[in-house]
């Protein structure tokens, strides 16, 4: 993608539409009350492929186009949307999206399109995976079933698949401002039923990012993730009850950053306080956390699941500094709520296609590395649990209480990791579970790219990330009572 | 361009050109619209016509699918193109392939699922607005709202075959919801209460559903958390629909040949007691899942599912049922573009004859579920722990409300483990059940 006035001109030939046409609609909504609007054209294609039983038999594509068109008047949104990008189509989504602020069909004003500023590029993909044949696609997921299978006998079934997007978005608004950006995706996931003694257990592991197809043959990735989804499963096999009540817990690297996702992060969402209805409104300047957090939001990372060059509403990514040593700093803004609440635009205004009104949303969550070691965490817990690895998670962002649920668990015992324990949902309060992290390790890791975050209906992508640290009690879900 | 017949027709001729043996087409068009309000003023307002289609396409063993919302002649011709060539990509699959002609549905009953009323913009404003204002007065506690809002879908859905089969319907569907929020000693709670239905004329008043918001929501003041212990858990009807949906996934015949279900090679056993009989209907008028043909065309009907606690069958589509040697149950679910998968029409346990209350009595030392949250359910061994959210029996009486708790067990222990089934079974989405009681969970507190 050359960054220059042509790429521009290039994005508004992709949907067929001219500067003078977005003119033309942005004048029909930006009459009187509307004080801002914008048009957001998507075109996405999206390909799966994926394997069972050691067949790949199934491959899908989808193509999706359409326009999005927007008008803030005040707190009030009014959206349209139309999978036909032509003038009189736009025109009748624009009176819909209008009709919002009760105004009158008319001629407003829209200042002439600016063509943007050339933007960073964090993912200059040369290969779209969507571009690459699907015979090559095919042969990844064979290999991986041979490697799986060939970890061990008692892996039973194996199910991987590959799937990929390619998303050219033009972003148009009321201030002038004409944004494009071209944004790929990938992601390869993996998971391994293995069977032992009339025993079955299941082993799950992925990664990706906005890369190039040869992305997962680099740094062994692939080999990586199949070895780990088959390692789990044949662990798990051995798993025992896990232990319910509440525990010293400590959380290794990378994915169980899905701690920070739901227990603030979502509690962060500048909408939810503007509204005040989140455990975290009005508590900017408190302490949240323990002087050893640091917790960002940053969607400028090169390649990941996670980030964007701008979000879609045309806004430049940034690293937002959430918390800081413990103290809240920051919520996470699109346009609208950065408006109304007086407060700065993070770059987080996110939709999961045209059809969606933009909300704040995270893009790679994370807490900054400590000073202590794994080994003198662990070595510092008498009695515990070690969680390496997440499933999914919820929060009630109001009561501020979140969960989220154990993959991969071990007990500690007199500072030792010894048995594995079944995967057990742990819960916690938002506002209160940081204030109890009392050691923080130097091993901060992002997860691999397989994140994705629902939040009104509406599915992005996400990353997470944590060094190991030690929160020194949290409840733990399992079914052993002491 | 009218979306029809003869449009299927032509697209499957085209398929058929480029050498295709078989093929299907879903194509869904419909108008979606929807309002949120918050404290009595318009928050957003959507509006849109959508319309998409999927192809599939056999080449002998070998199938793929692509799907698009753009429906000109030379997107079209691409979409067979790319189809063809996926399909040409993939190796083959002794089980593919179309239901056998002859199982294709021959009678498309009209299962009241399309309102040819239509609800205004206007309209649904004042609804949303009605039933927040509702809420909030319950009690002066309920100072704040998310907001409420009111969704309107209407469209249709057409299916066919290279087999020749043909079918299409109307279905509409409308819903409205709040969300209070009570705040009391600086915390705040948070609930909601919703309708859903097919026809506009039949949904709850604005007013019933603001009460029961406000009412579920300012209830939840006070919270506290209990301690760890193993005690009776009765679910109110939406947690035990949600505990019925774990079944229902169990019981997905894509689950059972994968190997990711708990329930293998459990027909014909006993799966719970005698007073637990589940059933999949797709056929009930005006249900949110019913549906007059399935995702390949082949006729919806009734499916004993569980019978007095006998596991009877699962939920089959053809492929499904191809590798395990049973026969569709007419339950293909579809994904447009992708291939038909098992999934439930309307789910549903049947009631019980105690009432609720009577279940609740019954309880010395016990809790009362009223939701659940996280995803700890492990498909493959039926392992279970949530986070839960309800009220402390004591004595037979809701003593006190409780969060910050999971309840933990595993999926076959519970459905033994059922106790009571109430007498409360109502329709309110695609999975339904009445209050149940189950023996004993861990609960992790304090």
Redesign the interface.
């Known amino acids: 993608m050359t960054q220059s006035s042509q790429s521009d001109n290039k994005f508004l030939e992709q949907f067929g539409v001219t500067g003078r046409e977005v003119q033309t609609v942005m004048g029909k909504i930006k009459v009187r009350d509307v004080d801002y609007a914008d048009l957001y054209f998507e075109h996405t294609v999206a390909e799966s ?1 994926s394997m ?1 039983e050691s ?12 326009v999005g068109v927007r008008a803030t008047a005040g ?9 036909e990008i032509t003038l009189p189509q736009l025109e009748r ?1 624009a009176d ?1 999206a209008r ?2 602020a009760r105004s009158p069909a008319g001629e407003g004003h829209a200042p002439a399109i600016r063509i943007g500023t050339p933007i960073r590029d964090l993912y200059p993909v040369t290969q779209p995976a969507t571009e690459v ?3 090559e696609k ?1 042969a990844l997921l064979e290999k991986i079933d041979a490697l799986a299978r060939a970890y061990d006998p008692r892996i ?2 194996v ?1 991987a698949s590959f799937s990929t997007e390619y998303k050219v978005v033009l972003i148009a608004n009321s201030e002038g401002e004409l944004v494009g950006d071209v944004q790929p995706l990938s992601r390869l996931q993996i ?1 391994c ?1 293995a ?1 032992e003694n009339g ?4 082993g799950t592991h992925g990664g990706g990012g906005r890369s190039n197809f040869g992305f997962f043959f680099e740094e062994q990735r692939w080999e990586r993730y199949t070895r780990e989804a088959a390692r789990q499963a044949i662990l798990n096999l051995q798993a025992t009850d ?1 232990p ?3 525990m010293t817990v400590v959380m290794g690297a990378g994915w169980p950053g899905i701690l920070l996702h739901e227990a603030i992060g979502h509690g962060l969402e500048a909408d939810f306080n503007r ?3 989140s ?1 975290f409104s009005d508590r900017i300047g408190q302490s949240v956390a323990s002087d050893l957090c640091t917790i960002v939001d940053d969607g400028t990372l090169a390649y990941r699941r996670g980030s964007l060059n701008v979000d879609d509403e045309g806004t430049p990514t940034s690293c937002t500094v959430l918390i800081e040593n413990g103290i809240l700093r920051r919520y996470i803004t699109d346009k609208l709520n950065a408006r109304l609440m007086g407060i700065p635009l993070t770059g987080n205004g996110r939709r999961e296609s045209f ?1 969606c ?1 933009p909300m704040p949303r995270m893009t790679n969550t994370f807490m900054l590395p400590g000073q202590s070691t794994p080994e003198e965490i662990i070595g510092s817990v008498k009695r515990g649990l070690y969680a390496v690895s997440f ?6 962002i ?2 501020g ?5 154990a993959s991969e668990a071990y007990l500690i015992e007199d500072g030792k990791v010894t048995t594995p324990v ?4 742990l ?3 938002g506002p209160e579970i940081l204030k109890k992290v009392s050691m923080v390790a130097n091993d901060l890791a992002l997860d691999d790219g397989i994140g994705t975050c629902g939040k009104d209906g509406q599915s992005v992508p996400v990353g997470v990330g944590l060094p190991t640290i030690k929160v020194d009690e949290i ?8 | 361009m009218r979306i029809d017949q003869n449009f299927t027709m032509d697209l499957l001729n085209k398929v058929k050109k480029k050498g295709a043996s078989a093929a299907d087409v879903v194509a869904v068009e419909g108008d979606a619209a929807s309002v949120q309000v918050r404290l009595s003023a318009v928050d957003k307002l959507s509006k849109a016509e959508e319309k998409r289609l999927g192809l599939r396409v056999y080449f002998g063993k070998r199938s793929a699918g692509a799907s698009t919302s753009d429906f000109t002649p030379a997107a079209l011709d691409d979409l067979v193109e790319t189809t063809c060539a996926l399909a040409r990509a993939v190796v083959e699959d002794p089980y593919a392939g179309l239901p056998d002609a002859g199982a294709m549905a021959t009678d498309i009953p009209d299962l009241d699922l399309f309102d040819s009323h239509t609800i205004s913009m206007d309209r649904m404003i004042d609804t949303a607005t009605r039933t927040e204002r509702a809420a909030l007065a319950v009690d002066t506690r309920l100072t704040n709202s998310e907001g409420a809002d009111f969704g309107s879908f209407s469209g249709r859905t057409l299916f066919a075959n290279s087999h020749g089969f043909y079918g299409d319907f109307r279905s509409s569907n409308f819903s409205f919801s709040v969300s209070p929020i009570a705040a009391q000693d600086g915390l705040m709670q948070r609930d909601y209460w919703y309708a859903v239905g097919r026809k506009l004329a039949g949904l709850d008043s604005p007013e019933a559903v603001g009460q029961e918001a406000g009412r579920r929501t300012v209830r939840r003041l006070g919270s506290r958390k209990v301690p760890t212990c193993r005690v009776p858990i009765v679910f109110d009807p939406e947690m035990a629909g949600s505990f019925l949906g774990n079944l229902c996934s169990a019981v997905n015949s894509y689950a059972i040949y994968k190997g990711a279900s708990y329930l293998i090679g459990r027909l014909g056993e006993r799966i719970a007691c005698e007073a637990v009989s589940v059933y999949d209907d797709g056929r009930i008028p005006l249900g949110l899942g019913s549906k007059p043909f399935d995702g390949e065309g082949l006729p919806t009907r009734q499916t004993v599912i569980v019978e007095r606690g006998i596991l009877k069958s699962y939920l089959v589509d053809t492929y499904a049922g191809r590798k395990l040697g049973l026969a569709s149950t007419g339950n293909a679910s579809r994904s447009i573009g992708e291939a038909p998968s098992a999934g439930a029409t309307n789910f549903y346990l049947a009631p019980g004859a105690i009432s609720p209350e009577t279940i609740i009595q019954s309880v010395t030392r016990g809790l009362y579920v009223t939701e659940l949250i996280g995803f700890g359910i492990n498909m493959v061994t039926g392992d279970y722990s949530r986070g839960a959210v309800g009220f402390w029996i004591e004595n037979g009486e809701l003593a006190y409300p409780v969060e910050e708790i999971t309840i933990a067990g595993n999926l076959k222990d519970m459905w033994m483990g059922v106790e009571a089934i109430g007498n409360d079974l109502a329709f309110r989405g695609r999975i339904a059940s009445p209050t149940v009681k189950l023996a004993e969970m861990t609960v992790a507190g304090g």
């Open positions: 492929v069972e067949l790949v038999k199934r491959a899908s594509k989808s193509i999706s186009q359409g707190e009030k949104t009014g959206y349209a949307y139309s999978d989504a819909t009709y919002i044949a699907t015979a095919v039973k079934n199910m998971s039923i069977e025993s079955r257990q299941i896990a319910a009540g509440p509204k005040k209805t455990a059809q009104i499933g999914g998670g919820q929060v009630d109001t009561n209480k979140f969960v989220f649920s079944k995967g057990a949902t819960i916690g309060s409840t733990v879900g399992g079914t052993q009572v002491e």
